[in-house]
């Protein structure tokens, strides 16, 4: 079917009527659509991937996330996410991502699911162990004993999406356990 030069300016006068009294583009027909995210629950969060650090909403119905979009109203990123922030939505509703903790014990060719708790515990006791075989009390320094209080088989690594609360308390956790090594991605 033909479109005429009356028609196509009809059109858009129309579409730019409905621009101008919503603020959302109209169609040909001149019809303003609804918002996707009307009557959902929105939440703001900060993206996990990268030290950017862009801001989102994440947009739920009945606990589940149906839309992810960047946040206008963050400093950093004013709206605006790159290919990756953009498609946080499906690793939240992905068929194939896990929710159970899978363990491989040493020289077993299977993963078995593990419960948080074991898992917690597990952590824990491996910490400890690495701690205490790898503690430096003291060292020599110009032939004079010095106390250092170190454990050099432990690295720490703050990720982006940690805030300065938790990157607060993260440093302080590093250093109670002796770790020198401490450093966060924003850095690197
Ligand atoms: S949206 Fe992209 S640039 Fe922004 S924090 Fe996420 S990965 Fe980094």
Redesign the pocket.
Known sequence: MGVSRRDFLKGGGAAAAGLALTGKPANAAGQVPGLRTKGLASTTTV?P??????GMIVHTKDGKIVNIEGDPEHPI?QGS??S???ALFQVANNERRLTKVQYRAPNSDKWEERSWDWTMERIATLMKRTRDRNFVKQEKINGEMYTVNRNEGMAMLGA?ALDNEECYLLGKFARAMGVGYLEHQARI
């Open positions: 993206c991937y990268c030290a950017v650090g862009c990123n996410l790159c990756k922030g953009s982006a």
